[in-house]
């Protein structure tokens, strides 16, 4: 018998989550060697899972329909992540085998036949790359193709213009400043007043990370014809009484656009993506900051670290 | 000597502008006959005036940039407006002509040289048209084509789709809800609660000639991939506390593109929109209300009936 260490929701949280309230630590045990296993089944050992800021809106009533499904209550918490398969019921995974798909924040997880989601491209990758594994969950995976889709196809970046980004040291953030500065962007990453200092001629593209108050500061600063990447509004993720905006006056008198955008609607565009990416990095043009935990039972206090925004870097827990 | 009512721009309104206070009614008199002409100036005598809400715009502190000039204090407000060359010095424009293009709110209107800015196309159309010369100050002009740019090259409308327009019975609403309709749209021109019953299913396109409140209610009815058509915000143009909108977050979730325009950016493409508008017109398939007051005096109180919503149709003001 092994542990199987792992983070329960235990309720939906009005405000910011509260460890032992809303997300409460568990220790089971697990049978590996006799673990049953249905026709498809696998077992996964956990080896690295995503802390991403757009689990806490799967942190609400099933009832209420968003981009992903809403948490089960009382049962383990989930996220992108990969691990290596323990035990198979399944022909395309071989013992040894990486996964990447969905997994429990846990240090074992049993996938049922239906719920084998794995992405054999990225798979293949992980297995034979030289990189860090845990890139595959930022750089190379969701946050990364977020930036690279909102900021190019979205946000359709053009040299020479000026681009402001909040968030600029997340997951997400730090990908869309360095791409920008390869297209020959001039790059503003913080938010205050001081944005007329450092863009006098106003912003050509807000990438949006946090909404809130600093996208009604940013409206203001924002020149005819810009555009507005709405990719996340963390700022807003842990309240019921959202920040009213007011200064939307200017979507009109500067002919603005506000594009919203989920980045996994775009999956099937990944190619180009990935590419230029191990290009870029190849030739050093791209670095990337990772904020690593080890230890499932860090993970609640790194997921709350993230939603106050202080994290340096992609929030990844290691968990073995 | 003939008399000429006028309305000057006297002081710079807070909110709703009041009149003697923020638009004084003054009578001048004219010498029409030796009224001194430099070279290229015109003398108007003024036939109809159209009001808009983008002139409470023009009300401001001349120091803050926007769309269109500031009004200047002490001077005579202006508008798009129709007239009658009743003096010239300018070689385009013969005594008799129609002038199409701002004039004064006045009885006359002093044009000089470097001011003279009527459409030669328009003003032919105006000359040898059947219809009403008002239509095209609304249904032929910038209302109507605003409807026309903002429903088909801004918000793609798509037979079949659901459309919310609100201030649905003013200048560009009226004419939005028909060309919706002629398309094939599901068309909803009220703004409350109802939402829900009305459109169950949601709504693809919203209309947005208000802003504010209906703004925020809206946005919690649009479908995935909505578009907001963001044309005009009459609720905020008369207050120095704009409303905040607090349900922006749909705009990342549901994938929402809000798109503001100035149909002055597009003047370029007035083409097949006057095309197919006579054709609707003739068929019978679009119909035109005005709103039309007379004389230059009830201007005032017709343009605050219009900010105040109380306007049913495109506001006019027939002069002589």
Known sequence: MASNKGVIFKAIPDSF???GEHME???????????????GDILLKNQYLSLDPYLRGRMRDSQIESIADAFKLGKVLEGHGIGTVVKSNNRKYQVGDYYYGFIGWEEYTHVPADAVSGDEGLEKEISKSELPK??????FGMPGFTAYIGLNKIGKAKKGETIFISAASGAVGQVVGQIAKIKGLCVIGSADEELTKLCPNGIDIYFDNVGGETL?????HLKINARVIACGMISQYNTKNPYGVKNLMNVVTKRLLIQGFIVFDHYHEMEPFQKEMREWLKQGKLKYKEDLVEGIQNAPNAFLNLLTGKNFGKAVVKIC
Do not use: C, H, M, Q
């Not at 845990?134 to 750089?139: A, K, T, V």
């Not at 009604?216 to 203001?220: G, P, S, W």
């Open 25 to 39: 630590l568990v220790t089971r045990e697990i049978d590996i060697k006799n673990f049953p296993l249905a026709d």
């Open 134 to 139: 845990s890139y595959f969950l930022g750089l």
């Open 17 to 19: 989550p509260v460890i």
């Open 216 to 220: 009604d500061i940013a409206l203001n």
